[in-house]
Structures are given as structure tokens and as C-alpha cells.
């Protein structure tokens, strides 16, 4: 066994369980990690396609965490058949992530297909192309107004809009968190819903993605490798949710995203 690959992959693991529950686009780091200091010559197409599966660890680690409202959900998902437009118990939750992931795949699908798996640029041009757009999720994450309405319920309005935004952070520096959470504080939801909220549209959204990918990749990055990444960002992901997920309710990230993402706009000059 490698020991650089293992130490790579340890570290990438990290990156990705403890960045997820960050408004500041895991993609964005664990890709940045691997063209700075990993592996310069690694197209950022390839970059993006091994962070999303990395998502894999971070997905066990939310699913565990949500467990009471992932079994309720599938407990009420006999009645949820039976009547559908009957708004009790988890029924309009379970209209909402059908709905958001619906949208999320519209937007997200074609960006991967179309966009990123024709990427063909790396090194610098990668560097700043994910600056950019981390400044972009720190300007949008600074008009996020934490105007509570009292009377807020899930809507169908608001599943489209969050899962529009949640499909465009297929692209690296976007964060999903970031732009999910933005779009519900902007509907006046409560943050800490906003991010339960966002974390339970992470776990269609990931599902979805790790079967594209494995269809477009063909599971190119099931090694063992790729494995004790996966297993590392499982870990990190466990001990560091509950944590990570309070910070981001009371930290406002979109300074760090804009001052990263700055940086790495300036890499061009260097």
C-alpha cells in the first residue's frame, strides 16, 4: 500500500467530514486540496468527481444523525400514498424533498454531464475558477436577512426555489449548504430549520448523485483508496455534525468564502 495515497487519502477524508457542515462548498476545498497540494496536474473535472464521492461518508454520517426523521418518514409513507395532499404528520416534508431533489436533478444533472465532465482546465485556471465562485456563494450568503415569519410552513414554492439552488452546487466553490440555507433564511424560515431543512435535502440529492456518477464513471474511484476516504469522512462526519452544524448557525461564513475566494482569484497573479 502507497503510504503518500494513504496519507492523501486520510487527509481528503478530513477535509470532507469536517467542511460539509459548513457553508463554504466542501467540493470546493477537498478540490482545492488535491490541485494545491496533492496533485497539480489533476483537471478539475476529476477533482470535483472524487469529492462527490466522498460525499458517500458524509452521507452515512448525516443519515445517522437524522435516523428519528428518516424512519418516521418511511413509517408514514404508507398514509403519505394514500392521500398525498393531506398535510399531516410528515407528509409536507415528504412533498418537499420530493420536489427540491426533482428540481436539484433538473439543474445539477446536465451542469455534471455537460459542464463538468467536459472541464478540461487545471492547476491555476482551476484554482481561480473555484475562487470565483466561492465568492459568489459569500456574496449570495450575505444577503441571507434572518427575518423570521412566525407562520412559516413548507411550501411548494419554496421547495422548487431551494432545490434550483441546491442543484446549481454540483459546480465547485457553490456551497450547497451555503446556497440551501440562503434561499430559506431569504423565505423567512428559522436558521436552525433551514439547516435541518438543507441537511435532509442532502440525502436524495447525494443518493442521486453517486448513482450518476457511478453510471457516468463507471465507479472509476472504488479503491481502497478511495475507500479509507470515505470511511475517514464517515468518522470526522459523526464526531463533528452536531458541532459544525451550531457554528454555522451563528457564524456568518460569507466573509471566509469571499476572502478565500479572493485568494484564490489572486493565485493568477502568482
Keep these: 500500500m502507497d503510504v503518500v495515497q494513504v496519507v492523501q487519502s ?22 482545492l486540496a488535491m490541485i494545491k497540494f496533492f496533485n497539480s496536474n489533476v483537471e478539475l473535472s476529476e477533482a470535483v468527481f472524487y469529492a462527490i464521492w466522498l460525499h458517500l461518508g458524509t452521507l452515512f454520517a448525516v443519515a445517522l444523525f ?14 403519505y400514498l394514500k392521500d398525498v395532499h393531506n398535510p399531516r404528520g410528515y407528509n409536507k416534508l415528504t412533498t418537499f424533498l420530493i420536489v427540491s431533489t426533482f428540481f436539484t436533478g433538473l439543474i445539477g444533472a446536465p451542469l455534471a454531464v455537460f459542464g463538468l465532465s467536459h472541464v478540461r482546465f487545471s492547476g491555476t485556471i482551476a484554482i481561480v475558477f473555484i475562487g470565483v465562485l466561492l465568492i459568489v456563494t459569500g456574496i449570495l450568503q450575505s444577503f441571507a436577512k434572518r427575518s423570521v415569519s412566525l407562520n412559516k410552513s413548507l411550501s411548494i414554492k419554496d421547495a422548487v426555489l431551494v432545490g434550483i439552488m441546491q442543484g446549481f452546487a454540483t459546480l465547485p466553490g457553490l456551497s450547497r449548504s451555503g446556497l440551501t440555507v440562503s434561499t430559506l433564511l431569504l423565505r423567512r424560515y428559522r436558521a436552525k430549520d433551514a439547516l435541518n431543512l438543507s441537511f435532509m435535502m442532502y440525502i436524495p440529492a447525494v443518493l442521486g448523485a453517486e448513482i450518476g456518477l457511478g453510471i457516468l464513471k463507471g465507479g472509476i474511484y472504488f479503491n481502497v483508496y478511495s475507500a479509507l476516504a470515505i470511511v475517514v469522512a464517515f468518522v ?33 497573479f502568482i
Design 10 to 31: 486520510v487527509m481528503l477524508g478530513i477535509i470532507q467530514g469536517t467542511t460539509e457542515w459548513l457553508p463554504i462548498s466542501s467540493k470546493a476545498m477537498v478540490s
Design 66 to 79: 437524522y435516523k428519528n426523521d428518516l424512519a418516521a418518514l418511511i413509517k408514514n409513507l404508507p398514509f
Design 236 to 268: 470526522f462526519g459523526i464526531f463533528t455534525i452536531r458541532i459544525l452544524l451550531t457554528v454555522a448557525e451563528r457564524i456568518n461564513f460569507s466573509y471566509f468564502c469571499i476572502l478565500l475566494g479572493s485568494l484564490c482569484v489572486l493565485a493568477i
